[in-house]
């Protein structure tokens, strides 16, 4: 068993120190709690509504002060962290994207968002289609960025590769809160593994960050109109038993991994 906790912020509009500050904040706040695993929800740092030119100004690469300073508190609280930040590399390129930190303020890696969503494609750049698994201290976790979570297969993909919980940090609108309702449970139960989904409030983002079992229960959720810190026991014996009352995994056929891929381990109960 090991404790998570979602850091459900309203960002301030184009103010990166500030956002940090509160940021550290939450993190501090979750730590005497003794959580296992922190997470941050997508472009917390600087919120979702503005130009190319502002995330260009704020863009900052994998060794800035915000995965720096994030990678500090994680070795102080003992917490992985999953840090999203405004990546800025070779001059113009954006991304958006999610740094993996270890409790012991490792860097385990970078993950970029592979779709994206509407006015976004005009601003940042594609990651690869890639979903790699972290083994950290809480287990194996893969990383979902807002949109892409939307997508069957994505999550899949992390699912064959033995993944236990996939984290979805978010900016997801008022308007589409039903496929925020709809489409984190059924990711869960299609897989038979947590989702923790972690947004932002306010800026017309619906909030509701939430915890769900792998058989799609809602097992916490945070308010839709206001900043929360949500802390919740993540039972693994819960993921076993999940996994034998519902055979997804065991059952599934190799030839239907999306894309045609064939070479991925299906988890062995």
């Known amino acids: 068993m090991y404790q998570v906790a979602g850091i459900q912020i309203r960002p301030v509009m184009n103010d990166v120190s500030a956002n940090l500050k509160r940021g550290i904040k939450y993190i501090r706040q979750a730590s005497k709690e003794n959580v296992d695993l922190i997470v941050l929800p997508e472009m917390w740092t600087t919120g979702y509504h503005l130009s190319r030119e502002a995330f260009l100004k704020l863009g900052e690469d994998r ?58 494609n005009k601003i940042f750049k594609s990651g690869n289609i890639e979903y790699p698994v972290f083994d950290i201290k809480v287990g194996k976790v893969g990383i979902l960025i807002c949109y892409e979570i939307e997508f069957p297969e994505t999550s899949r993909l992390l699912a064959l590769q033995d993944a236990d919980m996939i984290v979805c940090p978010s900016v997801w609108s008022v308007a589409s809160s039903h496929r925020w309702d709809i489409q984190l449970p059924a990711r869960a139960l299609d897989n038979t593994v947590f989702i923790f989904g972690v947004n932002t409030v306010g800026n017309n983002s619906c909030g509701k960050s939430k915890l769900v079992s792998p058989l799609g229960d809602v097992l916490v959720e945070a308010s839709d109109r206001n900043e929360e810190l949500i802390v919740h026991i993540v039972d693994d014996e819960m993921l076993k038993w999940a996994r034998e009352e519902v055979p997804y995994l065991n059952d599934f056929k190799s030839k239907l991994t999306p894309g045609g891929i064939n070479k991925i381990p299906i988890p062995k109960l």
């Open 63 to 120: 060794y800035g002060e915000t995965v720096t300073t994030i990678r500090e508190e994680a070795k102080k609280s003992n917490a992985s962290i999953i840090c999203p930040f405004i990546e800025k590399i070779e001059g113009d390129d954006l991304y958006v994207s999610a740094a993996v930190i270890d409790n012991t303020g490792d860097l385990r890696g970078v993950v970029r968002k592979s779709v994206l969503w509407g006015r976004e």
